[in-house]
């Protein structure tokens, strides 16, 4: 079946770049996300890129795709200690309902 | 901003009680979905549900699982005779399509089996 893999921590200093990195297996895999969870709070979906995309840009967040590796990263600038949650990389086939998840990658932000 | 929420935000049962998770999805969504997520693993699917029936479920959606539409508004997760296993914090989803590029998800029912 479908699985994707990231790192489970992360720390940076404030103001330096946060990159997490995620890994996948399905290759049918249409559309890719990346969801934030703080702590006690629900999903919250950062950005999405589709699978013909390698590179989607929104403000702080860059996402970069390499469909031959099946390699996904959030790129995060100017990390902030408010950015410190839970992000989680996931894949869905079409159906953002229906989507796979990562184990979460911990990012720590220190000041 | 609309969202979907979910109640209640923790619930503790006893091992062999049923419980009912409750969910508002977004008004104008019409697909819906629950997954669950075991402290420090991952988030997984467990079922799918359009024009009142299921219509994906995954292999934890066994037999003791139930959903429903009991009204306009509400989408619930029955989990019949709970076990310990079962604690986790269950997220409700809507989404307006099938095919869609964004789910919302709720804030999550942690629930405890004791």
């Known amino acids: 079946g479908e699985d994707v893999e990231q790192s489970l921590f992360l720390s940076v200093r404030e103001g330096d770049s946060s990159v997490i990195n995620c890994t996948y297996t399905d290759s049918s895999s249409t559309y890719l996300y990346w969801y934030k969870q703080e702590p006690g709070a629900g999903l919250q979906l950062l950005t999405y890129i589709f699978s013909n995309m390698d590179m989607k840009q929104d403000q702080r967040l860059t996402v970069l795709l390499n469909k031959k590796d099946k390699h996904l990263s959030l790129r995060i600038a100017d990390t902030q200690t408010g950015d410190s949650a839970i992000y989680f990389c996931a894949e869905s086939f079409l159906n953002a309902g229906k989507s796979t998840f990562g184990d979460g990658t911990t990012l720590t932000v220190k000041p | 901003e609309p969202e979907v929420t979910q109640t209640p935000s923790h619930q503790v049962t006893q091992m062999g009680q049923e419980v009912i998770l409750r969910c508002v999805p977004i008004?104008?969504?019409?697909?819906f979905y629950w997954y669950r997520q075991i402290l420090g693993q991952k988030v997984e699917f467990l079922v799918s549900?359009?024009?009142?029936?299921?219509?994906?479920k995954s292999e934890i959606f066994d037999d003791q699982f139930s959903v429903e539409r009991p009204d306009g508004s509400n989408f619930t997760l029955k989990i019949r005779s709970t076990k310990l296993e079962d604690s986790a914090m269950y997220f409700c989803a809507s989404s307006e399509t099938g095919m869609n590029t964004e789910a919302f998800f709720g804030q999550g029912t942690r629930l405890t089996v004791v």
């Open positions: 549900f359009y024009n009142n029936e299921i219509s994906e």
């Open positions: 008004s104008n969504h019409l697909y």
